[in-house]
């Protein structure tokens, strides 16, 4: 793995959401909290948020992850167990969730760990974080699309969309 500037440089956005009185909530976080997962959900336990607090982060158009802090539980969603490899912060996700570091790693050995229903309860399932995550292997999306779309899922697109400069579809 690389320097911590490296990694840090490679995160091409993080943002925060929440829901706070019924309404989302999406706010920028700084790249220096994605060095690891722990640092990340240390950082999401200082927003209010109803059902907890979610951090989103594409990096190096290569991958992403999601992590949910609601009290003391945390939830971790690494959309690539290959990236662990080269990135401290999906080697992190995978520790968190008790996974071991993949062995011999090939560009098509791409594949999700962590909580698929991790967002359920805001609306986007199980179910459907696994075929829109098939549908970024197979279609080649990046993870800021993809992002987008778990977002619009939950009910907060628009404030994501705009928080991270992407431009409606």
Known sequence: ?????????GVDFAVAVYRES????VRELAHDLLT?????????HRFPG???????????????????????????????????DEWEIAASALDVLGLPLPEEVEDDDAEPAGDLGILADFGMSAVDMGILLDDMYEDDLYPDETLSEIARAIGC??????AVGLMPA
Request: no cysteine; aromatic share 6%.
């Open 50 to 84: 109803d059902g907890g607090a979610i951090a989103m982060a594409a990096v190096d158009e290569d991958f992403f992850v999601i992590v949910r802090v609601s009290g003391a539980a945390t939830k971790v969603l690494l959309s690539d167990v290959t990236a662990a």
């Open 22 to 25: 019924g309404a989302w909530v």
């Open 36 to 44: 690891d997962v722990e640092t990340l959900t240390h950082a999401l």
């Open 1 to 9: 793995m690389s320097d911590q500037l490296e990694q840090i440089e």
């Open 157 to 162: 697109g628009e404030a994501f969309d705009d």
